[in-house]
């Protein structure tokens, strides 16, 4: 089975820190992804990566970075958090281009105060 | 452990077929339950279920939530092939007084056949 491991279930942030999420995938996959999500909105894509070094903006890129320095490891950076920020936060990886049979990690909630 | 399991793994269908679906779940602290179509770029969000027994429509697709027996169904009516798609169900948990986490099952992927 995938396995799609994201650092954290819960984090509570201060406005301004500087917060990484983490995601490991453990079956060689090229590509990577992070979402968020927000009630009533569904997932909206952030970045996603295909391949090391390798990213591209998704929907929502503002106030995040990425970077995807080993294969199995895709970091979401929120540069300075701010309360805008709190959600869901999900990383998800693929075999194929594409997300559409992509594995999703368990999700990290991130609470901004 | 909290678990999503969706059947069947993988359908086959001719254009104008309906179908349908499943999404069992043995969570605790159930607060939601999501259907999404998993697509090129990111999955597309479907329905958000929270009360058993209610109906919830959108075109060809509806969908309800039974949450004393712990399951929810996704039917589509009239298939067309741009319905091929794997689709995903996730169950949002409550964790104390804030929102929870998201727990997916594998989906079910979709062919519809011309």
């Known amino acids: 089975d995938v396995k799609v491991t994201q650092s954290s279930r819960y984090l509570v942030k201060r406005t301004g820190e500087k917060v990484f999420l983490e995601c490991v995938q453990d079956m060689d996959h090229e590509n990577m992804f992070w979402y968020r999500q927000d009630p009533g909105l569904g997932l909206r894509l952030i970045y996603f990566s295909y391949d090391v070094k390798m990213k591209e903006k998704g929907d929502i890129p503002e106030g995040y970075s990425v970077s995807r320095e080993k294969k199995e490891r895709f970091s979401l950076i929120l540069e300075s958090a701010s309360t805008n920020q709190t959600s869901m936060y999900l990383c998800?990886?693929?075999?194929?281009?594409?997300?559409?049979?992509?594995?999703f990690g368990q999700g990290t909630r991130l609470t901004v105060v | 452990e909290d678990k999503v399991v969706q059947s069947p793994l993988s359908l086959v269908v001719h254009e104008g077929d309906t179908v349908t679906l499943n999404c069992s779940y043995e969570?605790?602290?159930?607060?939601?339950l999501l259907w999404y179509k998993q697509e090129k770029k990111a999955p597309t969000f479907l329905f958000m279920l929270t009360s058993s027994g209610i109906e919830k429509k959108s075109g060809r697709l509806s969908s309800i939530l039974d949450k004393k027996e712990l399951f929810s169904i996704l039917n589509i009516t009239a298939t067309q092939t741009g319905d091929s798609a794997v689709y995903l169900c996730a169950v949002e948990t409550n964790y104390g007084g804030s929102q929870g986490n998201l727990i997916f099952g594998k989906g079910t992927k979709l062919s519809v056949k011309p």
């Open positions: 969570v605790t602290n159930f607060r939601s």
């Open positions: 998800a990886s693929s075999l194929f281009q594409g997300a559409d049979e992509a594995f």
